[in-house]
């Protein structure tokens, strides 16, 4: 298409360039629209494998792309960088924050952001994992842990830095534990003199009555075993009432207990954007838009939700679909042949999903999957996982990048993206920093 | 040697892990001491190849290695990741942020910093590329940049948003400003849709009369010649007097010249940390540690200094060494000897440096080289270039890695690490920010 024969064709926007977006715009490559991705990122992120980045095994570069390079082919494809504060629908049109966007059609798919019920100040003590930028701050506190329990004097102060917490025992939960467990047993054993890393303490924290509901309880707890050989301690109906620097505090069987850390990290859940309250159509009760089963929203059909930051109850039993990667990628194919069906005024086709299965990984060589009626655990199943996971990973160069990686982390028992790295900062703000914002450092003697 | 015998030999503490002081550790290696290297970073950083980090040819995990693991079978070596504060000679004491460290022998090796001649205002407008964050930063805001230009409905917004300043004719200048005119060229050109990368100016101002003055005059006009064949417009003999959010003020034989300008690179110098005011010592003009033959400290046989902190002027013509990484090594290497005949009471040796020669790059396959008699330019140098490089990188893995980077880069006009990201915050800095810390974002519109 030519750029003068674009403003006659209908504009489609994209909101979010996750899983969802992404796919939506891809399987647009033909229609006769102008499509313009917007997000906040100049990157797709490969959720999937952040925990690995968090675990210094991946470099960032290595699970991102440039949303504009994985476009780049498609003509009929914009891509903007902006942040969307508003989506108004009687006017067909985005706020952004130095600007507007006008839609014909838009493909709502902005994902969801940490969430912490209610208890936002847990942030700074318990950061999670939806971002790069989360993942770089994780392997920070982590790798700082270890240096400074190198350094430490007092047997206490030692003790709560070789305690890692990680709250929630879902997928995301049960990766970190493993993978931190692991780092410290393997890749660091070696490196430190003073203390010996194989005497971390790593606990999963879980609020329900078992780890992974995702899955078959028998594959579940197969994985609490997998988590044991590994040395990871896991703790299911344990609520938590309390994080700050020195700790959590869970309730367990009505007795409260405090666990003693300096390091601890929320997998525990997420929720919608605050964007979706600016839509003005109903949510449910997580905050989530409910949608038609065309995956339009009511009163809107030029207007589409998909991806985790809706709820599709058109199924049976009305059991809403999980956030994983397979929903939103089948509903963004489901809304181009939606958009394709109106061009052609065919009737719209009801969104089904078609579940390919589950899997979690579990450290170096360790997993669990589930896939119609197969279950598979142990090396089998992390060998799946590993396949899986390369397959779908945007880029070729990053497949052959991650891949090299891994086999280096596996065979060399070390791993190469093991950064402490700050953040650059202009002097100003350096300066009026205020001192108490990162947990203070405990004191160290000069180790002669 | 066992723990046990460790507390009876003597302590080798050596500040700081960049060339020279990693060096030193590895060259003790055999030698009957405890060494302790103390860094306020856990890795060591490939300097070298770090504007490569701010074009997003190569992902920092690349260019730096975890301290600890260089020296992780090295069994009388210390890693301790600490701030010092303050050297004491008299006492034979650090003074750490967090306590103290005590030494029978110090190698002082802590390197450089950003300096701004007395212009510290700059650096929030005008980073320079001396960390890893440093290179995040640049990359942030050189990508940023296409980014917004491809937003801007201002045609004199959209010239600011696609000029570069790259402050400073040496290597790194050179490099940088090589790597920026490529990276629009080759790699966004194919990517933008409504802006055109490939009209990006890029300009480095020297205040001196020529270039990359550590080079022969023949070549340093070779290299001017290369810059202009990739589109870079070589300023000599202009002064910045100003750099402020709109851009950098030259003067230039008598007359002043505003550049406009949203990207402002620093690479007019660098100074010794002020840890040296601490020792007391002499320094020179520019701050840096005057050293004896033996590069020990006037009237403390137990403390020596290397690299570009300290200034060595035992040559012939009293000419101060340049400041780069092979001075630094070789310095390392006597001062190991050094200690050693003091063990044995034989005479200490006067340092010699052995010039191996220089080079720098430009942009993809240009550069120059020379040594001793040999001078190269454009692809031989680049080559010459390549090798060297890949063969001193600290790692195999990462020379593996690096050089599949650098293959898939050239041969696919692509680069991997494009990633735009910012930093993790507590929630309480993030309200706290002050709004008007970074440049603010000129107005844009809808696209449509």
């Known amino acids: 298409m030519l750029p003068d024969e674009m403003s006659s064709v209908p504009h489609v926007v994209i909101l979010g360039a996750g899983f969802g977006g992404l796919t939506a715009a891809q399987s647009l490559r033909d229609a006769p629209v102008r499509v313009t991705v917007v997000d906040r990122r100049n990157h797709h992120l490969f959720q999937p494998l952040l925990y690995q980045v968090a675990m210094a095994g991946l470099s960032p570069a290595e699970i991102a792309m440039p949303i504009r390079s994985v476009l780049r082919k498609q003509r009929n494809a914009t891509v903007l960088l902006a942040d969307v504060t508003a989506v108004e629908l009687e006017s067909k049109r985005l706020q952004l924050r130095d600007g ?90 070696r490196e430190f003199r003073r203390i010996d890393p194989s005497r971390t303490r790593v606990i999963l924290v879980e609020a329900g009555a078992r780890i992974l509901p995702s899955f078959d309880d028998d594959l579940a707890l197969r994985a609490v075993d997998q988590l044991s050989e590994i040395g990871v301690d896991v703790r299911v109906g344990a609520r938590v009432t309390t994080i700050d620097e020195a700790g959590v505090v869970v309730e367990q069987q009505g007795e409260t207990d405090r666990i003693e850390s300096r390091t601890v990290v929320w997998g525990a859940g997420v929720a919608p954007t605050p964007l979706a309250r600016t839509l003005g159509v109903p949510l449910d009760r997580g905050g989530r838009v409910l949608v038609e089963p065309d995956l339009s929203l009511p009163g809107h059909p030029e207007v589409f939700a998909i991806g985790d930051a809706t709820s599709f109850l058109h199924t049976e039993g009305k059991k809403p679909l999980p956030g994983v990667s397979p929903v939103a990628m089948q509903q963004a194919r489901c809304v181009a042949r939606n958009i394709d069906h109106t061009f052609h005024r065919r009737p719209r086709e009801t969104f089904e999903y078609f579940d390919k299965g589950t899997m979690a990984t579990i450290g170096r060589s360790r997993a669990i999957a589930q896939t119609g009626s197969l279950r598979l655990t142990g090396f089998t199943a992390w060998l799946a996982w590993l396949v899986v996971h390369i397959f779908y990973l945007i880029g070729f160069r990053n497949r052959i990048a991650v891949l090299a990686n891994w086999a280096y982390a596996y065979f060399a028992y070390r791993r190469g993206a093991r950064l402490i790295t700050d953040h650059w900062e202009p002097p100003e703000v350096r300066e009026q920093m205020p001192p108490s914002v990162r947990a203070k450092p405990p004191s160290y003697a000069s180790p002669r």
Chains 1, 2 share one sequence.
């Open 100 to 189: 507007v966007l006008d839609y014909d059609y838009l493909i709502y798919a902005p994902g969801t952001q940490n969430s912490y019920f209610g208890h936002n100040e847990w942030e700074r003590y318990a950061p999670g994992l939806k971002s790069i930028e989360d993942a770089v701050e994780i392997r920070r506190r982590v790798l700082l842990a270890f240096e400074r329990a190198e350094r430490a004097i007092d047997e206490d102060e030692r003790r709560r830095l070789l305690t890692f917490v990680v709250i929630g025992g879902g997928p995301t939960g049960v990766e970190l534990a493993g993978a931190i467990a692991e780092l410290s047993r393997t890749v660091l054993a």
